[in-house]
């Protein structure tokens, strides 16, 4: 996924994203995280980017 908008080809012309879905089984919901990661894991991505709280 790239982004096309004017300000985005500006700040990040040569960047490319991906979309990662992770589910949750404690609060029963999914999550979409976009990431520049090609390494991490759905996992990974979502244990830096959601806090203890659930939020």
């Known amino acids: 996924m790239t982004f096309t908008g004017v300000k985005a080809q500006v700040h990040c012309p040569d960047t490319s994203f991906r979309v990662v879905q992770w589910w949750d089984k404690e609060t ?3 999550f979409e995280f976009l990431t ?3 390494e991490l ?3 990974e991505v979502a244990a830096t980017s ?3 709280d659930g939020r």
């Open 28 to 30: 029963i919901r999914w």
């Open 36 to 38: 520049n990661s090609k």
């Open 41 to 43: 894991s759905a996992t």
């Open 50 to 52: 959601i806090r203890k």
